[in-house]
């Protein structure tokens, strides 16, 4: 099992960055593949982008492609989301996941096995 933990969220004006950080308990976070997802109020839980556990494969949802970055640190178990050029519409509440299967790049928030509690972004306009 593995404990998930967002940070880095915040308000920021549109055309700013910003860079989320997920920080995973325990000693096998190279066992899993990471995702990030955000969900606006009133919608459902979006895919946002993916990496394997090596860092090798990335996927982004075409919204963000050009804009963000996921990258992960395995020796701070640690997967970040660098937020460029951000816009309104990229206002939500930002989930960390993990998969347990850890070469998928999976882009359905059913497929992931835990959770963070979130962290807010706001970008005003």
């Known amino acids: 099992q593995v404990q998930l933990v967002e940070s880095g969220g915040g308000l920021v004006q549109a055309g700013g960055s910003l860079r989320l950080s997920c920080a995973a308990s325990?000693?096998?976070?190279?066992?899993?593949?990471m995702a990030w997802f955000h969900q606006a109020p009133g919608k459902e839980r979006e895919f946002v982008a993916a990496?394997?556990?090596?860092?090798?494969?990335?996927s982004y949802a075409d919204s963000v492609k050009g804009r963000f970055t996921i990258s992960r640190d395995n020796a701070k178990n640690t997967v970040y989301l660098q937020m460029n050029s951000l816009k309104a519409e990229d206002t939500a509440v930002y989930y960390c996941?993990?998969?347990?299967?850890?070469?998928?790049?999976?882009?359905?928030?059913?497929?992931?096995?835990?959770w963070g509690q979130g962290t807010q972004v706001t970008v005003s306009s």
């Open positions: 990496i394997n556990w090596s860092g090798s494969r990335k």
């Open positions: 996941a993990a998969d347990k299967i850890p070469f998928r790049l999976a882009t359905v928030a059913g497929e992931y096995d835990y």
């Open positions: 325990g000693r096998t976070f190279t066992t899993y593949a």
